[in-house]
Structures are given as structure tokens and as C-alpha cells.
């Protein structure tokens, strides 16, 4: 079956550090794959996709998105985190039976001042 | 501004109430969706629409319906028949199936009273 997982419920990490948001998905074919934010109250706005080419797919905000095919992961990241990065992030895949998204559970990131 | 809007922002129901959710486009794109989203959670899909006059089922369809009768509008009805239909409300469109970047409006609130 097709799916996706975001291992973590919640991510901390200080403002300025580095930050990774993990992904892993599992798919019949060839990955579509993206990420989302989403702010307290809010619609969720698209940061980055992967469809075909360069494994390391960058975004908006800083943020970029490393595709491993043997791993079969896609985690998000950003050299150095602000305070503002604080919300939740949703990662999805495409559904090769219908095209739609298959969304992760969500992982919230708080960035620490 | 180019986007998709949706209202009411908040709206509250009582017990054997019908309440519909606008949903209206201007990015004049072919495919439009409904999602839910319950506290903690993930999204679900309840209809998806890639053309006029056509509308298909998504996961969590019961209680709900759809019309598709303009190409920028995709309203969401909220029957009776949904026996717990708190939860907050995000339409979305995009340009065509999913490969296409799908995005999305600020969300509406429905809750029971």
C-alpha cells in the first residue's frame, strides 16, 4: 500500500541551528512527492517537489528537501532556523491509483530563541 | 490578488442543520478539492473535482456533498447525516491532477453547537 510517514510528532531545535524534518513514503512507482507549512488558523502553503531530476530540491524560505531513493525518504531542512519557522509541516505523496496526495500525520517544529 | 477564497471563515451549526462552504477561485484552475482536518491530525480527502459537472469520492465522502457546476466555484455541503463534523475545513485547487502543485485556501471553522 502507498503511504506516508512523518516519524516525529515534534521537532525543537534553537533558533539558529540547523533543522531537519523527517519523511519516508512508500510508493508503487515513481515518487511525487511534497511538502507543506501550515501556521496556527491558516491554509497550508506549498514550500517544495520533487518529480524528477536533482535529489536536493530547494524552496521557498530557505527551506530545501533532500530525495533518497534508497531510503526512501524526503526530509526537509534549512541551515539555519528562525523563530518564524515555528509551525507544522506536512509532507505528502501521490497516489498512483487516483493522483491524489497522501498526506502525513504533520510534525510540529518549535524553534527556540 | 489571485487565490482562492473561502467563507465563512467561522460558521456554527446546530443538530440536523445543513451548512454549505463557499469556495471560489480565480487561478483558473481545472481541479478543486475539500479536506478536513481534525485537531492533531492530518488532512483527509472528502471530494475531489478535475473538471465541470464531475465530481469522485474521496476517503471520508458520507455526510457530504458537492456541486461543480462553475469552473472556479466548488461548494461543500455539510448534511445532517455527518454525525461528527467539527473540524476545520481547507479547499484547494490546482492546475491539473495531482503532479501539479495543489494550493490551498485559509480554511473555514465548523462547529456544533
Known amino acids: 500500500a502507498q503511504s506516508v510517514a512523518q516519524p516525529e510528532d515534534q521537532v525543537n531545535v534553537a533558533e539558529g541551528n540547523p533543522l531537519t524534518v523527517k519523511c519516508t513514503y512508500s510508493v508503487s512507482g515513481n515518487p511525487y512527492l511534497f511538502w507543506y507549512v501550515q501556521y496556527p488558523n491558516r491554509g497550508l502553503q506549498f514550500l517544495l517537489k520533487?518529480?524528477?531530476?536533482d535529489n536536493l530540491v530547494k524552496g521557498s524560505y530557505g527551506f530545501e528537501a533532500e530525495f533518497n531513493k534508497s531510503q526512501t525518504s524526503f526530509h526537509l531542512k534549512k541551515p539555519s532556523a528562525l523563530v518564524s519557522d515555528s509551525a507544522l509541516y506536512f509532507c505528502a505523496v501521490r497516489d498512483d491509483s487516483n493522483y491524489q496526495l497522501i498526506w502525513g500525520a504533520g510534525t510540529k517544529l518549535i524553534i527556540k530563541p | 490578488d489571485g487565490g482562492i477564497t473561502q467563507s465563512p471563515k467561522y460558521l456554527f451549526r446546530k443538530e440536523g442543520q445543513n451548512v454549505t462552504l463557499s469556495c471560489e477561485q480565480n487561478l483558473n484552475h481545472d481541479a478543486m478539492y475539500w479536506y478536513r482536518q481534525d485537531p492533531g491530525q492530518g488532512l483527509r480527502l472528502i471530494y475531489y473535482s478535475q473538471i465541470v459537472n464531475d465530481f469522485q469520492k474521496g476517503d471520508i465522502a458520507e455526510g457530504y456533498s458537492v456541486s461543480r457546476e462553475k469552473k472556479e466555484s466548488f461548494p461543500l455541503t455539510v448534511t445532517s447525516a455527518q454525525k461528527n463534523p467539527t473540524a476545520f475545513y481547507l479547499c484547494?485547487?490546482?492546475?491539473?491532477?495531482?503532479?501539479?502543485?495543489?494550493?490551498f485556501g485559509e480554511g473555514s471553522w465548523l462547529t456544533v453547537v
Open positions: 520533487y518529480i524528477t531530476g
Open positions: 484547494a485547487s490546482s492546475q491539473g491532477p495531482t503532479g501539479n502543485t495543489i494550493y
